[in-house]
């Protein structure tokens, strides 16, 4: 599987962003995909995942929306209300044969795209 994720940027707080994943490969609405972040000098996080329903972190839930456009082979992560502590690298992530309960796990994913850079400015 290949992952190609696009749509970072610079934002001011409370403005959004949608982030876009291409996958080819493999068909998205048949694995799991997720997103994570990495903040400078702290560790890879979750933010959200899909396969049969979503899944999101709490400090992003009611804020971000995780989808998939199964027409594109694309997930789609649609972030508002952006707030400072959301600035990372976010990751999409792709697994097959995760089982649901490991959905939030980085480690439960085989292949990363490249990150895009989300800055959210005061």
């Known amino acids: 599987v290949q992952l190609q994720a696009s749509g970072g940027g610079l934002v001011q707080a409370g403005g959004s962003l949608r982030l876009s994943c291409a996958a080819s490969?493999?068909?998205?609405?048949?694995?799991?995909m997720g997103w994570f972040r990495q903040a400078p000098g702290k560790e890879r996080e979750f933010v959200a995942a899909?396969?049969?329903?979503?899944s999101y972190a709490d400090s992003v839930k009611g804020r971000f929306t995780i989808s998939r456009d199964n027409a594109k082979n694309t997930v789609i992560l649609q972030m508002d209300s952006l707030k400072l502590e959301d600035t990372a690298v976010y990751y999409c992530?792709?697994?097959?044969?995760?089982?649901?309960?490991?959905?939030?796990?980085?480690?439960?994913?085989?292949?990363w795209g490249q990150g895009t850079q989300v800055t959210v400015s005061s």
């Open positions: 899909i396969k049969s329903y979503p």
């Open positions: 490969g493999r068909t998205v609405s048949r694995i799991v």
């Open positions: 992530a792709a697994g097959t044969g995760i089982i649901l309960s490991a959905m939030r796990t980085a480690a439960a994913y085989n292949y």
